[in-house]
């Protein structure tokens, strides 16, 4: 079969975290006085890592927060996402055997703006980390996504660890316009899972509705030999 590795995004194709995000931002952001709303988070924030967005919200409410600061501010969000998190299911329904038939098939990587232990921490939930190949979360690129790093990144990993590979035999798994160009610049066949925005607006290869519904001989159809 011509598809040779499947590169998933986390937040909102894995992990039903972005309410969950958007509600420790909000935490956070209150005590700085400064209202983020769920138009806002979608519309304008919601592709980039945590550095990213408290730097384009300092940028867009005119604040002046040095690095340290907004070091400060993420360490403090990720304290509130983890308190959060311990009350509520993480994955999407069929996300864990979506994940399995992908890894039973071909090798699977991850590659999301979330931080690593955030990833780690969920999938070991769910007994889930053993299955991917390479992980590669925020800190481990210099540029987030839109920039297609993350993507360049685990694709090298996934060759490095199996044999010649080429971006054109990998399928990504996105949820946002930010992942998917992301993703595409990396030279990658795109899906999209439309379970944060509307299958309309979401410009991929496939768009399916739900992670569950993951088909992978739609998928293989994607990577011509």
Known sequence: MPLRAIVFDFDGVIANSEPLHLRSFQEVLAAEGVELTERDYYERYLGYDDLGVFRRVAADRGRVWNERHVAGLVADKALALEVLERSVPLLFPGAADAIRRAAAAVPIAIASGALGFEIRRALQREHLTSLFTAIVAAEDTANSKPHPDPYVRAVGLL???????????????????????????????????????????????????????????????????
């Open 159 to 225: 060759r490095a660890a199996r044999g010649n590979l080429e971006p054109r035999d990998c399928v990504a798994i996105e949820d946002s316009r930010w992942g998917l160009e992301s993703a595409r610049a990396a030279g990658l066949r795109t899906v999209a899972v439309a379970q944060s925005y509307g299958a309309d607006s979401l410009a991929a290869d496939l768009v399916i509705p739900t992670i569950a519904a993951l088909d992978l001989h739609l998928f293989a159809s994607l990577c011509p030999l």
